[in-house]
């Protein structure tokens, strides 16, 4: 009898042993867009669809999924009262059960219907970085799978062709000759074709100044890329390529190529480098597709100098982490178009990317994404990087070593490296990275050690939200200690550059975005005013940060830059509260700001800084952020909410006049002019203050591999070309005027840029991931028009319902209207680009 029980017993264990549990990943998850501006108010509705998959059932408690959405803030509301959405912090939020929340069986289920501020745009504002936890496991995750888009839907249309139908814009640009065509890009002062040409080969000798021996080796190492052989600089040779200095402006050359002698005269390192890389351009467009025994450069004379001393590009590395391999990459390629300052965002909110000796903490915690992260186990998953630690864009840092060797690359070409310690506000992964450290050395009992760099106050109260919608990213500006670790940083990075032999002359603070109700709770802040009467508002603590973190930097030889915000009476309004201070401190030291927010709106402040007296960089977001998508299409990359930023918009950039630049707007319509009619002009003093131009790229979206390039290029050959090249002939005149000079110049930049530029960078350093250009088509009765953005783009096309490959037939002007034909542009490596649909 004993035995029979005890056999029961075992087979029941076995039993309940083997009752399987409900497998989470097996769910399936669909998304679908409503209706855009569903209330008049500009907010989304959308559906996502749960279907369990598994054998076994969904329980209707007991459970949590967690996922991100861009840009689309805390007022994401369910449509249900059986599915409840919360705000985690930044844009993670979490979806869970409501008491009434049925189980959900297999093949079975459910839907989440919600809202959402703002407008979905393109495939990246779909939710992303879906996980499950299990209340009764809250250390555990469940990766989901990625969410399909139902495409086939009654409500909102999604765009799917990329560029609209601009035939009758395309038409209007000159499809131009080899001959026609200015071979450099930027653009040179003077540019003279003579006849003949100089051949490079094994017989050409290279002369050079000793001030030019580093780019004497720099030329060396270029021309065995494209020969396989060095050039000897020892003996007898039948022709000679020259470098020899001569007195002119910074970075001047002049580029004199005959039949026996390739000439560089250059006032210093930096012009000999970039007549270099003006001489390179002159080489055959394929030359780098493999290697040659001989290169033929037509003769030419070439004068040049750069329009503006800072040509910068920023790169932010914080949102989502860039290899060490592909910032090289951008550096090699912004090398090629004379661009000279490398602004590297490597921290913010979302990570700290820069190994820092002493304060392990910063990479061990800030440089990782991933679940749990409670009790600053790691950061948050953020912008779909989902629960795991091996998302290469959510997680990763540059080791001191990565650091130097960036440097020494970038010094190489003449690229200044920028850094950017994000303060007060944007300061997240330091905030917690070093609440990690304090609770380490407060378990050991060394309280000093632990507040040494703490970031904030542990009692503040404070209540606010900040644009990309944290509750917790403000450093606590009253405290010794975060000045303590901005010196601590920048200590570091000075042994860094000096290490790397690479010029540190400023450092970025940030300085944006600081949200409204920081500090207003804080006892440390409460605490530091009243031993400072004189400052009373948030802005007076502001304002008394950045006082003393200049004099830090100025400690060290440094100069202070940062953006707008810096110099801003009221940083975070709009409209006329938005007034420049007068800082004696920032006036005497003669700093620089970078000027971001758009010209449309009330909120420009490019002219008035410049008018002020500060040195302005040009960084306006509705002409140079190129995380924008670059056109209306639901499978185009890129931020869309506020609009679209084509190639021509940027290169049409008027920096003395910004209201007669893009004659079209955000929405890719034409601006009504009279919204510029109160706007402030740049004066003739204000005029000396603009120092240059930057682009930027900020990388909430760059989660897969080939997204920088294709974000950035071509449009920092447009960047390149208004920092460099000349004040062009359509700046000077309004109206019709402007647009037929604005026509042929653009004529010449599109020219070389599809037919010589373009096809270049296919193979240069490896070949580069650029944006193809959607081809554009005109039916005229039963015949299909086709034309390109840029001339000399491949387009192929189908007819019988395949997509265009690359063996397919080329389009030659036009094609029968016959079947479902189907467009594609190609690069001369094959790579493709979106697909166009004419008829279906």
């Given at each position: 009898m004993?035995?029979?029980?005890?056999?029961?017993?075992?087979?029941?264990?076995?039993a309940?042993?083997?009752?399987?549990?409900?497998?989470?990943?097996?769910?399936?998850?669909?998304?679908?867009?409503?209706?855009?501006?569903?209330?008049?108010?500009?907010?989304?509705?959308?559906?996502?669809?749960f279907?369990?998959?598994?054998?076994?059932?969904?329980?209707?408690?007991?459970?949590?999924?967690?996922?991100?959405?861009?840009?689309?803030?805390?007022?994401?509301?369910?449509?249900?009262?059986e599915?409840?959405i919360?705000?985690?912090?930044?844009?993670?939020?979490?979806?869970?059960?409501?008491?009434?929340?049925?189980?959900?069986?297999?093949?079975?289920?459910?839907?989440?219907?919600?809202?959402?501020?703002?407008?979905?745009?393109?495939?990246?504002?779909?939710?992303?970085?879906?996980?499950?936890?299990?209340?009764?496991?809250?250390?555990?995750a469940?990766?989901?799978?990625?969410?399909?888009?139902?495409?086939?839907?009654?409500?909102?249309?999604?765009?799917?062709?990329?560029?609209?139908?601009?035939?009758?814009?395309?038409?209007?640009?000159?499809?131009?000759t080899?001959?026609?065509?200015?071979?450099?890009?930027?653009?040179?002062?003077?540019?003279?074709v003579?006849?003949?040409?100089f051949?490079?080969?094994?017989?050409?000798?290279?002369?050079?100044?000793?001030?030019?021996?580093?780019?004497?080796?720099?030329?060396?190492?270029?021309?065995?890329?494209?020969?396989?052989?060095?050039?000897?600089?020892?003996?007898?040779?039948i022709?000679y390529?020259?470098?020899?200095?001569?007195?002119?402006?910074?970075?001047?050359?002049?580029?004199s190529?005959?039949?026996?002698t390739?000439?560089?005269?250059?006032?210093?390192?930096?012009?000999?480098?970039?007549?270099?890389q003006?001489l390179?351009?002159?080489?055959?467009?394929?030359?780098?597709?493999t290697?040659?025994?001989?290169?033929?450069?037509?003769?030419?004379?070439?004068?040049?100098?750069?329009?503006?001393?800072?040509?910068?590009?920023?790169l932010?590395?914080?949102?989502?982490?860039?290899?060490?391999?592909n910032?090289?990459?951008?550096?090699?390629?912004?090398?090629?178009?004379?661009?000279?300052?490398?602004?590297?965002?490597?921290?913010?909110?979302?990570?700290?990317?820069?190994?820092?000796?002493?304060?392990p903490?910063?990479?061990?915690?800030?440089?990782?994404?991933g679940?749990?992260?409670?009790?600053?186990?790691?950061?948050?998953?953020?912008?779909?990087?989902?629960?795991?630690?091996?998302?290469?864009?959510?997680?990763?840092?540059?080791?001191?070593?990565?650091?130097?060797?960036?440097?020494?690359?970038?010094?190489?070409?003449?690229?200044?490296?920028?850094?950017?310690?994000?303060?007060?506000?944007?300061?997240?992964?330091?905030?917690?990275?070093?609440?990690?450290?304090?609770?380490?050395?407060?378990?050991d009992?060394?309280?000093?050690?632990?507040?040494?760099?703490?970031?904030?106050?542990?009692?503040?109260?404070?209540?606010?939200?900040?644009?990309?919608?944290?509750?917790?990213?403000?450093?606590?500006?009253?405290?010794?200690?975060?000045?303590?670790?901005?010196?601590?940083?920048?200590?570091?990075?000075?042994?860094?550059?000096?290490?790397?032999?690479?010029?540190?002359?400023?450092?970025?603070?940030?300085?944006?975005?600081?949200?409204?109700?920081?500090?207003?709770?804080?006892?440390?802040?409460?605490?530091?005013k009243?031993?400072?009467?004189?400052?009373?508002?948030?802005?007076?603590?502001?304002?008394?940060?950045?006082?003393?973190?200049?004099?830090l930097l100025?400690?060290?030889?440094?100069?202070?830059?940062?953006?707008?915000?810096?110099?801003?009476?009221?940083?975070?309004?709009?409209?006329?509260?938005?007034?420049?201070?007068?800082?004696?401190?920032?006036?005497?030291?003669?700093?620089q700001?970078?000027?971001?927010?758009?010209?449309?709106?009330?909120?420009d402040?490019?002219?008035?800084?410049?008018?002020?007296?500060?040195?302005?960089?040009?960084?306006?977001?509705?002409?140079?952020?190129?995380?924008?998508?670059?056109?209306?299409?639901?499978?185009?990359?890129?931020?869309?909410?506020?609009?679209?930023?084509?190639?021509?918009k940027?290169?049409?950039?008027?920096?003395?006049?910004?209201?007669?630049?893009?004659?079209?707007?955000?929405?890719?319509?034409?601006?009504?002019?009279?919204?510029?009619?109160?706007?402030?002009?740049?004066?003739?003093?204000?005029?000396?203050?603009?120092?240059?131009?930057?682009?930027?790229?900020?990388?909430?979206?760059?989660?897969?591999?080939?997204?920088?390039e294709?974000?950035?290029?071509?449009?920092?050959?447009?960047l390149?070309?208004?920092?460099?090249?000349p004040?062009?002939?359509?700046?000077?005149?309004?109206?019709?005027?402007?647009?037929?000079?604005?026509?042929?110049?653009?004529?010449?930049?599109?020219?070389?840029?599809?037919?010589?530029e373009?096809?270049?960078?296919?193979?240069?350093?490896?070949?580069?991931?650029?944006?193809?250009?959607?081809?554009?088509?005109?039916?005229?009765?039963?015949?299909?028009?086709?034309?390109?953005?840029?001339?000399?783009?491949?387009?192929?096309?189908?007819?019988?319902?395949?997509t265009?490959?690359?063996?397919?037939?080329?389009?030659?002007?036009?094609?029968?209207?016959k079947?479902?034909?189907?467009l594609?542009?190609?690069?001369?490596?094959?790579?493709?680009?979106?697909?166009?649909?004419?008829?279906?």
């Amino acid at each position: 009898m004993k035995t029979s029980i005890l056999i029961l017993l075992v087979l029941f264990a076995l039993a309940c042993g083997n009752k399987k549990s409900f497998d989470a990943s097996k769910l399936a998850i669909e998304w679908e867009l409503i209706k855009n501006d569903f209330d008049d108010k500009g907010n989304f509705l959308s559906v996502l669809t749960f279907k369990n998959k598994s054998e076994v059932t969904m329980p209707s408690q007991g459970w949590k999924i967690y996922f991100s959405l861009r840009y689309h803030g805390t007022k994401l509301a369910s449509g249900k009262d059986e599915v409840e959405i919360h705000h985690v912090n930044g844009e993670l939020f979490t979806i869970s059960p409501a008491a009434n929340f049925p189980p959900v069986g297999p093949g079975q289920s459910f839907r989440l219907e919600f809202t959402g501020a703002r407008k979905v745009a393109n495939f990246q504002d779909v939710p992303s970085g879906f996980f499950w936890v299990n209340n009764d496991k809250p250390d555990l995750a469940i990766e989901l799978t990625k969410p399909s888009v139902k495409r086939d839907t009654n409500g909102e249309k999604l765009i799917t062709t990329r560029d609209g139908n601009n035939y009758a814009a395309n038409a209007t640009t000159k499809d131009m000759t080899d001959e026609e065509l200015i071979k450099i890009l930027p653009t040179p002062i003077k540019y003279t074709v003579g006849t003949g040409e100089f051949i490079i080969s094994k017989e050409t000798g290279l002369q050079y100044s000793e001030d030019f021996k580093n780019e004497h080796n720099y030329f060396i190492d270029e021309i065995e890329k494209v020969t396989g052989y060095k050039l000897d600089t020892t003996g007898k040779k039948i022709n000679y390529i020259c470098l020899r200095k001569k007195n002119g402006p910074s970075e001047s050359y002049t580029l004199s190529v005959t039949s026996d002698t390739i000439t560089i005269t250059a006032a210093d390192a930096a012009g000999a480098f970039y007549a270099i890389q003006s001489l390179k351009q002159l080489f055959p467009i394929d030359s780098w597709k493999t290697h040659n025994r001989s290169i033929a450069v037509r003769n030419v004379e070439i004068v040049d100098r750069p329009r503006f001393p800072v040509r910068e590009f920023m790169l932010d590395v914080s949102r989502n982490f860039e290899s060490k391999t592909n910032i090289l990459r951008l550096l090699e390629v912004m090398s090629l178009y004379k661009m000279n300052t490398f602004h590297f965002h490597f921290n913010d909110d979302e990570g700290w990317r820069l190994e820092i000796p002493g304060l392990p903490e910063l990479t061990e915690v800030g440089a990782v994404r991933g679940f749990p992260f409670e009790s600053n186990k790691r950061l948050q998953p953020s912008y779909g990087s989902g629960p795991g630690e091996a998302n290469h864009f959510g997680t990763g840092y540059y080791s001191r070593s990565d650091f130097i060797e960036i440097l020494k690359y970038a010094t190489q070409r003449h690229i200044e490296v920028i850094p950017e310690i994000e303060s007060p506000g944007h300061a997240r992964a330091a905030i917690r990275s070093m609440e990690v450290r304090y609770n380490r050395f407060m378990k050991d009992g060394k309280r000093a050690e632990a507040e040494q760099y703490l970031l904030h106050d542990l009692n503040d109260e404070s209540k606010y939200t900040s644009a990309q919608y944290f509750n917790d990213n403000a450093m606590n500006v009253a405290s010794p200690a975060v000045f303590a670790f901005i010196d601590k940083v920048l200590e570091e990075l000075q042994k860094m550059y000096a290490e790397a032999g690479a010029p540190l002359t400023a450092v970025h603070m940030g300085g944006d975005e600081v949200a409204a109700g920081a500090w207003e709770k804080s006892p440390a802040i409460d605490v530091y005013k009243k031993n400072n009467p004189s400052i009373k508002t948030p802005k007076d603590l502001y304002a008394d940060f950045f006082v003393k973190t200049t004099g830090l930097l100025k400690k060290r030889g440094l100069k202070i830059t940062g953006w707008e915000e810096m110099i801003i009476e009221h940083p975070q309004a709009e409209g006329s509260d938005r007034k420049v201070i007068d800082n004696k401190v920032y006036r005497d030291d003669s700093l620089q700001f970078d000027a971001w927010w758009p010209v449309l709106g009330n909120q420009d402040m490019i002219y008035p800084i410049a008018n002020s007296g500060y040195g302005v960089v040009l960084a306006p977001f509705d002409y140079f952020y190129f995380d924008l998508a670059q056109s209306p299409s639901f499978d185009e990359p890129g931020d869309a909410w506020i609009g679209y930023l084509g190639l021509q918009k940027t290169f049409s950039f008027d920096p003395f006049d910004i209201y007669n630049s893009s004659p079209i707007d955000f929405a890719l319509k034409l601006i009504n002019l009279e919204s510029y009619k109160h706007k402030q002009r740049l004066t003739e003093a204000g005029r000396k203050n603009i120092r240059g131009i930057q682009g930027a790229l900020w990388a909430e979206n760059m989660t897969y591999e080939g997204y920088m390039e294709y974000q950035v290029l071509p449009r920092l050959l447009a960047l390149a070309e208004r920092a460099w090249a000349p004040e062009p002939s359509w700046t000077k005149v309004i109206g019709a005027r402007r647009e037929l000079a604005f026509n042929i110049d653009w004529s010449s930049f599109a020219n070389r840029v599809g037919k010589r530029e373009l096809p270049r960078l296919d193979h240069y350093n490896g070949g580069y991931i650029y944006r193809l250009p959607t081809p554009s088509f005109d039916i005229r009765e039963e015949t299909i028009f086709v034309n390109n953005e840029l001339p000399g783009i491949i387009v192929r096309y189908s007819t019988d319902g395949t997509t265009p490959v690359a063996t397919s037939p080329r389009v030659t002007g036009s094609i029968p209207k016959k079947g479902r034909v189907q467009l594609r542009a190609f690069s001369t490596s094959g790579r493709a680009g979106a697909v166009v649909v004419v008829n279906k």
